[in-house]
């Protein structure tokens, strides 16, 4: 097959899973390019695969890369799901999470224009700490933290009065936890979770610090499958990143289905899992077609 790893012409900050993909995907016999989503020059349907992996530009024209996915799911095979991508663009699909019984990590919503009384919000809710970051978002892009009895009230209306003029933003509590045991990615392809990723909390301009988690509990597993069953959305891979809450009980921070980095280098066995998953979908589909 001739298969499009889908990156970006600038990439932001460096993609670890690009080569051991693309030369997994080349030791399986399969002719894997890379090729951006905003390269214009770029003939998608002369794939018969496109597998959206680092597009994380994509925040700085959302409504043109929507419209990128859904006019190559015409030309060719999307990996995701184009329906998939589009329903976790925006991160008001925590809603529908929540709605379904999942226990994600308290979060306001505010709509681009809208407005909010910060510390009142916090206030009501009892936070002393909490994270302003867009609904829309790649990395660390415009994610702050302020503690509110330490005199930030003001900085943190500010930061939010500044972004909510151009975006939709969301207002989270600050779990403590993040900096005792971090967030924990859990990593699922074509159905199986291979390996579990700690990671500390990281701002504007910080880099992340991971490492390879040896043991993934019971209670991983089960939100894990909890949260992909809530979304039931099709997909080859999946990326659920979860932390304590103040009772020790996982809560969910994202569920990333889009372009979320899988971390390959420390899991070998996973880019395996990811080429033959590949296949698999292509066999299925050749086959519902010749049926």
């Known amino acids: 097959m001739r298969i499009a790893y889908v990156s970006c012409v600038e990439l932001p900050e460096p993609d670890i899973d690009e080569q051991p993909l693309v030369e997994g995907l080349r030791a399986a016999g399969h002719d894997a390019l890379v090729a951006a989503w905003d390269d214009s020059s770029v003939d998608w349907s002369g794939f018969d695969v496109a597998i959206v992996r680092a597009t994380w530009n994509y925040i700085d024209d959302v409504d043109a890369f929507a419209a990128w996915i859904g006019r190559v799911d015409r030309e060719t095979v999307l990996i995701n799901a184009a329906s998939t991508m589009k329903w976790n663009l925006h991160k008001e699909y925590l809603r529908d999470l929540e709605s379904a019984g999942v226990q994600i990590v308290p979060t306001e919503f505010v709509r681009a224009g809208g407005t909010m009384d910060v510390a009142q919000l916090a206030e009501q809710r009892g936070w002393d700490r909490i994270v302003i970051k867009p609904t829309v978002g790649a990395g660390s892009f415009g994610t702050r933290s302020f503690k509110l009895s330490d005199g930030e009230s003001d900085s943190a209306q500010a930061f939010f009065d500044q972004m909510i003029a151009q975006r939709d933003m969301m207002i989270q509590v ?45 209670e991983m597993r089960e939100i894990a499958d909890q949260v992909i069953s809530a979304a039931g959305k099709e997909h080859l891979y999946a990326r659920v990143d979860v932390m304590p809450g103040n009772d020790g009980k996982l809560l969910l921070s994202e569920l990333e289905m889009l372009e979320p980095s899988l971390f390959f280098p420390y899991c070998e066995d996973a880019v395996g899992v990811m080429v033959r998953g590949v296949e698999r979908r292509m066999e299925r589909l050749i086959g519902s077609t010749q049926s």
């Open 174 to 218: 600050y779990m403590e936890s993040v900096e005792t045991v971090g967030e924990t990615a859990l990593i699922v392809i074509d159905g199986r979770l291979t390996h579990a990723i700690e990671k500390r909390p990281r701002f504007d301009d910080q880099d992340e610090q991971v490492l390879l988690r040896e043991s993934i509990t019971d």
